[in-house]
């Protein structure tokens, strides 16, 4: 044996590998953390706990929602276990949100308006028309919301449902309309579906365009797959977390301008403001001026919200949503008696009003600028995070704390948006990708059994951030590493543990999940289903379906291929090349050389086609589908579609 062997032999002898802490066990480190938040945090105010039970009416009888096919929805019951103190496993403020998210039922915010809490991430209002409910953001998807009008129409007496609002474009606040609307009463304008203006599109990009890659960082910011308790998920921040089944998008009736407009829907008169590229592309609030009431939709709730959330989105614009929340401030705060929104509970009384919207104007408008103050004067993206602190009224008020967005993660977006992912390091710009770079990076400490041993020392001195570094370093080397990935599990554990944040903790404990049973997640809720699929517009759908071209793929020349749904009265015609599939609204010309194929279909029946419920020469055969021209470009164009695998590993390369 060399000299050189027998250093190692001897050096790897000196440093035994620990086997990793157990599972589900704060470290003194974490239990210290959770300890100070304790300590520095009026935990024990029980302002806001009197207003989320301020008004109850009535629970969802045996607390339990089924869908249709007969599985759970909601159980309301998964979230008992929240009460008392928090468990060193639980930030203990983030514990109190938990608590407060976790009251359900039907609760009344004046006489005319009522909310269903608790039974799913967001809550729907019901407003009490002339002569039916007005239904303000029917939930992510149909059957707490069906549940949640019939416990109203019990509780206040049958109406029907006159009009849905969709305050904003994303799924929770849309997706169980199904559940409260009809398509043929939708269709026959017996009830109205109002919206911002641009919210189908948006709907459409979050959905479908991106779709696949969101669904699967959902179940991490979200953390659909964690067991409940409380070494698991106890919350979103948000709300606890989102409702199970298929949702659905209906196009609406109705689009609110961007200028706002005022309507009287079914005798109640709405005054809707446009509230766009704040918490979502598209979003309304709007004001009740006979209950005095406010409804903010999800731009003023009980937490500060995500600037970029982690599931993905185009960055969100702070400097506009502080001067939003300023507008509403400004027209309604001192003509308010009430404050609701589509999550958590309401805000009572004109100073508290005026005081919760200062608060939220200035979390918004204190990350933008001191992220912009540390920017121009030279800091970098990762050192203004490090940095950004807190303003002095996030000690008092916990609904700017950071249950949902963070300081450091919201800074970091402001960052991108004024000046995109590059800190101007020059070394950051075009750097090694992870798994060439962890290789290295393991090599260079030594190995693998010494790069264990630096993230092992560091774990134990409780630094789990550059724990988690090393670690992941070590699996994305060599995934087969099961010391590397049960001392990164471990360290994610207690990252989660200490977070304020229920989308960090969701992030990281899923993480450690993953990392100790493997990538076996399945989500529990469909957005690719015919349900929203038959709501998307053609030239949209096709837009999503181009997503997936791949130029490795494509036979032949190409051509163009025209599509024609006479049931939606839809033409779509697409420009096929090699590396790129166009698709158009208008119709290109039909050459007559043989180059090109008109296809005609009901929008209806390729849904089924592309959801594989049905195959083309079934359609062809029984004449439901009719190819005119080269029939083969079509078929070239189907077999150039990547298919997309939903559960992509993320923890591991």
Known sequence: MTKTALSMVALLLATPVQAA???????????????????????????????????????????RILNEDGSVAWDSRQFDFVEGAAPDTVNPSLWRQAKLNSIHGLFEVVPGIYQLRGYDLAQMTLIAGKTGWIIVDPLTTPAPAKAGLALANQT???R???AVIFTHSHGDHFGGIAGVASPGDIQSGK???IAPHGFLAESVGESVIAGTAMNRRVQFQFGTALPVGTTGHVGGGLGQKLSSGDIALVPPTRSISEDGETLTIDGISFDFMDAGETEAPAELVFYLPQFKALHTAEVVTRTFHNVLTPRGALVR???????????MLAKYGDRSDVMLASHHWPTWGPDNVQT???NQRGIYRYVHDQTMRQANQGATMDEIAENIGEPDFAQTDFGVRD?????NHNSKAVYQRYFGWWDAVPAHYHELPPVAAAKKYVEAMGGPAQALTVGEKAFDAGDYRWAATVFNHLVFADPANEAARKWLASTYEQLGFQAEAGTWRNIYLVGARELREGNNNRDSISSANARVLSGIPAVDLFDAMATRFNPAKMQGDGGILRFWFPDRKEAVSIDLGKSVMFPRREDYAITGDGSDVQITISRALFTRLLMRQVSPMELIRDKQMVISGNDALMAHMFMALD???PQFDIVTP
């Open 643 to 645: 298919e997309v695998d």
């Open 21 to 63: 802490p157990r599972e589900g066990i704060a470290t003194e480190a974490t239990r210290a953390a959770n300890a100070k938040v304790a300590a520095d945090l009026p935990i024990a105010d029980q302002t806001d706990f009197e207003n989320a039970r301020r008004g109850f009416l009535a629970k969802i009888p045996g607390d």
């Open 156 to 158: 206040l007496g049958g």
């Open 160 to 162: 029907p449902v006159v």
């Open 317 to 327: 614009d702070t400097l506009k949503w502080s001067k939003v929340i300023d507008t």
């Open 356 to 358: 919760a919207l200062k």
């Open 403 to 407: 249950y949902y967005g963070t300081l």
């Open 191 to 193: 009830i109205q579906v």
